[in-house]
Nanobody, 123 residues
Framework: QVQLVESGGGSVQAGGSLRLSCAAS??????????MAWFRQAPGKEREGVAL???????EYAVSVSGRFTISRDNAKNTLYLQMNSLKPEDTAMYYC???????????????WGQGTQVTVSS
């Protein structure tokens, strides 16, 4: 069973930065073989894809965060990151990391999910 644990959320003012981390464990195959992604969900809204990083390092971002957020992974540490800069109030949401060996898109169809970390951006 794969376990994902997010951290790094918090409250910041608009224009500020946060760095989220997602520590992975319990992989039956090696971590680099998984596509990893960040999703977010605001109250009353559907879960939306924020960014993904594929097994080969390819990255993809939602239009709303492109140029402000950066996804990265450290395969030696089994850890996924999301650097968030120039934060806006509309970025306020619960942020989740997700993993899958075969699915790799910004649609919420991943097999493994973390519990989430809250990000709140005030104006």
């Amino acid at each position: 069973q794969v376990q994902l644990v997010e951290s790094g959320g918090g409250s910041v003012q608009a224009g500020g930065s946060l760095r989220l981390s997602c520590a992975a464990s319990g992989y039956t195959v090696s971590y680099p073989q998984y596509c990893m992604a960040w999703f977010r969900q605001a109250p009353g809204k559907e879960r939306e894809g924020v960014a993904l990083i594929a097994q080969n390092g390819y990255t993809e971002y939602a239009v709303s965060v492109s140029g402000r957020f950066t996804i990265s992974r450290d395969n030696a540490k089994n850890t996924l990151y999301l650097q968030m800069n120039s934060l806006k109030p509309e970025d306020t949401a619960m942020y989740y990391c997700a993993a899958d060996r075969t699915k790799c898109s910004l649609l919420p169809r991943y097999n493994y999910w973390g519990q989430g970390t809250q990000v709140t951006v005030s104006s």
